[in-house]
């Protein structure tokens, strides 16, 4: 027993996972942070104690792509129902997409969300800001105010953020890459897909799978292969979000072969939907990128396997029931609910796949928390990390159901697919969000940005002499 200290929390009973293993032990938690990790009887006397026994005990998820539409469109999701929904998911920390109204492009709809966001959220998040043609002179100040890095829509998508060009896109690169910020992009070619779907459209094409022609995987793979050789070029950080296909896989294992800082993340759709889905559920798989044939779905997870795509992320993207089943394809609004069910999804498919719980924490929590320098506060189980934990059943069979999610959203194409896991209690910086399957009303508000937690370490800037600036300078002499 450690003489003097009461933990204000101690789980007991459960099997810790950390990236490398699995043990039973005693976690004690005091001010948010863990205390003590050990043997039971070595726990400190607690103020409260959890009986963990029979679950797994992980580090909550960090879902690093999530649309929670706060402001401009409640009626689909506002901070409060979207991080209800990641705390029953497990899911402790989020990081929102700047496609908002308005979307957040300057230091003023910066600080108007930090006060939506810092007033609702039950989980702690990070804002994302756009990075596109006018946000050029305001990325000082967005850093200022508190960014966790920068969002990049090469292709036009929900929200209408225009996409850069190639040379603006190079001058953003230049400008961001000393911050060391990562810049996250959404990698699909813009005029690919809209030549692609103005011509579908204009034969009459109004089915679900026309979705799929007018975004081939190549949309992806040019966007990813451009994106790496704009980061290599200038050195700036760089996140493939969605990747959703095999095709994309070259351009960003070679680009980390060469020692590009380049990272990506798939989402369940892409391992777990195919085109095989389009029939049954038209609209409703309707996302950016689109969910593809079925041969890309195992060279997806055996990249998440060696390590090539680090992590999994949801593109939680809530839309109504009316948005989702319009009958003309391109009228329907595209993505779809997420956050709540990405564990209890990668959780079976890890189980049916054969790979390990400690596998599925580095793809939920380690990675995310490394690459955007938050690690270790964030994303692990050690002593002095930020208390955050998803305390699972991995033994429980259940029907997802969207009648009982906690979005605002109630249409997703996981309607009906079974599971074999299931967060019990999440726990951000020690205290209850999710208890019993049931939202914890103080946790209301509690959530905290995540933007100051640590420095990124120095980036390697590249090419510093023949950037925009240094080219534009007035010359001396
Ligand atoms: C997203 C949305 O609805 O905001 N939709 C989507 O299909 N993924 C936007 C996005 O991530 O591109
Ligand atoms: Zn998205």
New binding site residues.
């Given amino acids: 027993m450690t003489i003097g200290i009461i933990a204000d929390l101690v789980v007991t009973g459960g099997t810790i996972v950390t990236p490398d293993t699995e043990y039973k032990a005693g976690i004690a938690i005091k001010d948010g942070k863990i205390l003590a990790i050990g043997d039971q009887d070595a726990m400190p006397e607690a103020k409260e104690t959890l009986d963990a026994t029979g679950l797994h005990v992980l580090p909550g998820a960090i879902d690093v792509h999530v649309?929670f539409r706060d402001p401009g469109y409640p009626q689909k999701e506002d901070f409060a129902s979207g991080t209800a929904a990641a705390a029953f998911g497990g899911v402790t920390t989020v990081f929102d997409?700047p496609?908002t109204l308005p979307a957040i492009s300057d230091a003023k709809s910066l600080a108007e969300k930090h006060a939506i966001a810092g007033a609702k959220a039950h989980v702690d998040y990070g804002l994302y800001a756009v990075l596109g043609e006018d946000s050029l002179p305001n990325i000082g100040a967005l850093i200022e105010g508190g960014v966790i890095g920068f969002k990049c829509y090469m292709g036009n998508?929900?929200?209408r953020i225009p996409s850069p060009t190639t040379g603006a896109m190079l001058e953003l690169f230049e400008i961001v890459a000393p911050t060391g910020k990562r810049i996250s992009l959404?990698a699909e070619t813009n005029s690919i897909m809209e030549r692609r779907e103005a011509r579908l459209r204009a034969m009459g094409r109004t089915d679900p799978l026309a979705h799929l022609a007018a975004r081939p995987a190549v949309v992806a793979t040019e966007a990813v292969a451009r994106a790496a050789i704009l980061s290599e070029w200038t050195g700036a950080r760089i996140h493939i979000l969605h990747i959703s296909s095999a095709a994309e896989l070259r351009p960003l294992a070679e680009a980390k072969a060469r020692g590009v800082d380049i990272t990506g993340e798939t989402c369940p759709q892409y391992l777990l939907l195919s085109s095989d889905d389009y029939e049954e559920k038209c609209g409703v798989i309707r996302?950016?990128p689109p969910v593809r044939e079925t041969e890309n779905q195992d060279p997806i997870w055996q990249a998440l396997v060696d390590g090539t795509i680090d992590m999994i992320a949801t593109?939680h993207?809530p839309h109504s029931i009316e948005e989702k089943t319009r009958e003309d394809i391109w009228t329907v609004?595209?993505?779809f609910p997420g956050v709540e069910t990405q564990m209890p999804l990668m959780l079976t498919e890890v189980a049916r796949r054969k790979a390990s719980l400690s596998d599925y924490v580095r793809w939920s929590a380690e990675k995310p928390a490394k690459c955007w320098g938050l690690y270790p506060t964030k994303g692990a189980l050690m002593v002095g990390s930020d208390a955050d934990l998803a305390i699972v059943d991995t033994n429980r069979e259940w029907t997802i159901d969207d009648a009982n999610i906690q979005s605002t959203a109630k249409i997703s194409p996981w309607h009906g697919m079974k599971a074999t896991a299931l967060p019990i209690h999440t726990i951000v910086r020690g205290c209850f969000a999710m208890k019993d399957r049931t939202l914890q009303d103080n946790a209301k508000g509690w959530g905290r940005s995540v933007h100051a937690i640590q420095e990124m370490p120095t980036p390697d800037v590249r090419n510093a002499d023949q950037t925009m600036a240094a080219v534009t300078a007035p010359r001396k002499g």
């Fill in positions: 649309h997409m496609n998508t929900f929200g959404h996302v950016n593109d993207a609004d595209c993505g």
